[in-house]
């Protein structure tokens, strides 16, 4: 059982690039979100899933998109890298709303933005 | 904005003694969970206690909550090298439904 997997581990892009980190989860859980965490900080929600079909935005959600057109994948996109989207990011899942359950967490990506 | 915040920022101890972490947050809750993350990885579930629980335990862990005083402390007892991490509160605010994590407590537990 994988649980939560995140793509890449780690990842060094240029200012104005684009990429797209993976998160899939294979224990059929409806509730899936992405965090940033940074030192100092925390961990702070990007945006969440919950269901196929359904996201919304959490409390940082400026420079990120997200889709979620199965319920194993959430995907996160940054549409022109900056300096400040440096950090690692951790994708989460549980079975229902993300309030009301543990959350599971991939092992995150680390990404540079230079 | 930050709901929880853990005290105290890092906690240095010996194996053998007990750790106590504190979270302290602002506005009433559902629930309020510990989180584990050793270093370079992600997060580890370790207890979820609700709004109209007291205390829990789960093997040396013991989590109280005082809603009182919206505040919640995280006691590992009897501290192996091996607890050596840093310790997140999360809390899902009433009226809310995702969670929202402090800033953690870094653990040291030394041989």
């Known amino acids: 059982n994988a649980g939560v997997t995140q793509t890449p581990k780690f990842q060094v892009l240029k200012t104005g690039q684009s990429m797209t980190l993976q998160c899939a989860q294979d224990m059929n859980h409806e509730y899936m979100s992405w965090y940033r965490q940074d030192p100092g900080m925390g961990l702070r929600l990007i945006h969440y899933s919950v269901g196929a079909g359904i996201t919304d935005q959490g409390e940082v959600p400026n420079g990120y998109n997200v889709s979620r057109s199965t319920t194993e994948d959430f995907p996160l996109r940054l549409l022109s890298a900056a300096p400040s989207q440096t950090s690692v990011y951790f994708c989460?899942?549980?079975?229902?709303?993300?309030?009301?359950?543990?959350?599971?967490f991939g092992d995150g990506t680390r990404l540079s933005i230079l | 904005s930050q709901q929880g915040e853990e005290d105290p920022q890092a906690l240095s101890i010996q194996e053998g003694e007990n750790a106590t972490m504190n979270c302290s947050y602002k506005?009433?809750?559902?629930?309020l969970q510990w989180y584990r993350q050793n270093s370079g990885r992600g997060l580890v579930h370790l207890i979820l206690i609700r709004s109209n629980e007291r205390e829990k335990h789960s093997g040396r862990l013991r989590v109280t909550l005082d809603t009182s005083k919206k505040s919640s402390s995280l006691l590992i007892t009897a501290s192996r090298a091996a607890d050596t991490a840093s310790y997140f509160c999360a809390t899902r605010q009433s009226g809310y439904s995702t969670l929202t994590f402090g800033k953690g407590t870094m653990l040291l537990v030394s041989p």
């Open positions: 506005t009433s809750i559902n629930n």
């Open positions: 989460a899942s549980s079975p229902e709303q993300g309030g009301n359950q543990p959350q599971h």
